[in-house]
């Protein structure tokens, strides 16, 4: 079942049913740790939609579907993201750390974005003034409970700056967290069951209506599991809210960097499409 945040209101597909429900508190609903049965329940009250009403809905504009939860990152999970991370760290020294911490059994994990951060599906990203190299990293994004369950997922970008990182590891946090700095939507796909394996992760970006680059990866190249990375994620920390948690990148578009007015478009199967447009800040 899909659940999608409306600006007056709440829409679920559940199979190929449409149900309008209303806006519901998402700090309580994300804090739950029986989402998927609670909907469930929920959806018995909420008015059924033909698909055109649900489409015209959709077609007006979602909002990111979260509350005030916290976004948290994981990195180099994938070995074209380690291999692109050394590249560009080389003059920095920084190459080593990439290297080890995939082998590593901890996971690098780091903080990305508070809600106020966060662009909703349809909205600005942003690239920094200050910066000189930027990507979007398309990022398959969990939707984890209080306990560390997880039980949901939707499409991330974690938007970087690749000169910042680049020129010392230390700047990571300046490279990652801003204004804009992150986007997830269009739902939330809610199954506790792990996606696929096989789905595949696409990047399109176009630039005055031109595709300026495209790349997919699969979740088979993930090398991480999601529920290992919530794991490192849930210690020695706690989420009474719930949280989300990017998984990585496993496509980094090479000699290429994003422009104020360029089109980002993400999707995951399975998920969906989160479309952003990239400002600067
Ligand atoms: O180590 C830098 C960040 C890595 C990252 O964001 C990724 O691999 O997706
Ligand atoms: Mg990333």
Redesign the pocket.
């Known amino acids: 079942m899909k659940l999608y945040k409306l600006p007056s209101g709440t829409l679920l597909q559940k199979n190929d049913s449409y149900y309008l429900g209303p806006t519901l508190h998402w700090n309580e609903l994300l804090g739950r740790e029986n989402l998927k049965d609670y909907l469930n329940f929920e959806l018995k009250g909420w008015r059924v939609l033909e698909i055109e009403e649900a489409e015209k809905l959709l077609d007006v504009g979602v909002l990111a579907p979260m509350g005030d939860q916290e976004i948290w990152?994981?990195?180099?999970?994938?070995y074209r993201?380690r291999t692109a991370?050394m590249e560009e760290s080389q003059d920095a020294g920084g190459a080593d750390f990439?290297d080890k911490?995939y082998a590593a059994d901890r996971p690098?994990l780091?903080f990305k974005a508070t809600a106020s951060r966060v662009s909703p599906p349809g909205g600005k990203v942003n690239i920094r003034k200050d910066s000189t190299w930027d990507v979007p990293?398309p990022?398959l994004t969990l939707v984890i409970s209080p306990a560390g369950r997880i039980q949901g997922f939707t499409v991330g970008n974690?938007m970087?700056s690749r000169s910042i990182?680049g020129e010392n590891?230390l700047y990571?946090p300046q490279a990652?967290v801003y204004q804009g700095c992150a986007a997830i939507g269009p739902c939330i796909l809610v199954q506790d069951e792990i996606i696929s394996e096989e789905s595949k992760v696409r990047l399109e970006i176009f630039r005055e209506g031109q595709l300026a680059f495209a790349g997919e990866t699969a979740l088979t190249q993930l090398k991480r599991k999601p529920q290992e990375l919530a794991d490192w994620l849930f210690r020695a920390n706690t989420f009474p809210i719930g949280c989300f948690l990017?998984t990585?990148?496993g496509i980094v578009p090479d000699n290429f960097t994003l422009e104020a007015g360029d089109k980002v478009r993400i999707g995951i199967d399975g998920i969906g499409v989160l479309e952003n447009f990239i400002g600067k800040i």
């Open positions: 990152a994981a990195g180099v999970t994938y993201s991370r990439y911490v690098e780091f990293e990022e974690d970087s990182e590891p990571l990652k990017m990585g990148t």
